[in-house]
């Protein structure tokens, strides 16, 4: 049974930092594309990165480019999201997901692609 549970949201200050992390259990990285979506309240959810196979090419949405990075650590099974210089604009929940077995990163801006979600953590950024 796959599983995905995201930790590390808050609440921080505008120009602060998160590191959000998504422990997966009942599936590997090595052939799935990982991926981070946010939702804030009224909108639709949107992309925010994605990391290839075992930890491959990344892929980031331009709001956060420069300023999020995502990474996996393949012993520990768990996905991160470094989140610096976080903007009011960031607040939202941050969901976990994971694509079926050999997904396609090059749709990996698009939810559709992914089979699996976590419950989501939640994220406020102040002003």
């Known amino acids: 049974q796959v599983q995905l549970v995201e930790s590390g949201g808050g609440l921080v200050q505008a120009g602060g930092s998160l590191r959000l992390s998504c422990a997966a259990s009942?599936?590997?990285?090595?052939?799935?594309?990982m991926g981070w979506f946010r939702q804030a309240p009224g909108k639709e959810r949107e992309f925010v990165a994605a990391i290839g196979w075992s930890g491959g090419r990344t892929y980031y949405a331009d709001s956060v480019r420069g300023r999020f990075s995502i990474s996996v650590d393949n012993a520990k099974n768990t996905v991160y999201l470094q989140m610096n210089s976080l903007k009011v604009e960031d607040t939202a929940v941050y969901y976990c997901?994971?694509?079926?077995?050999?997904?396609?990163?090059?749709?990996?801006?698009?939810?559709?692609?992914?089979?699996?979600w976590g419950q989501g953590t939640q994220v406020t950024v102040s002003s």
């Open positions: 009942g599936i590997t990285f090595s052939t799935r594309v």
């Open positions: 997901a994971a694509t079926p077995p050999y997904g396609s990163a090059t749709y990996s801006y698009d939810a559709a692609r992914y089979g699996y």
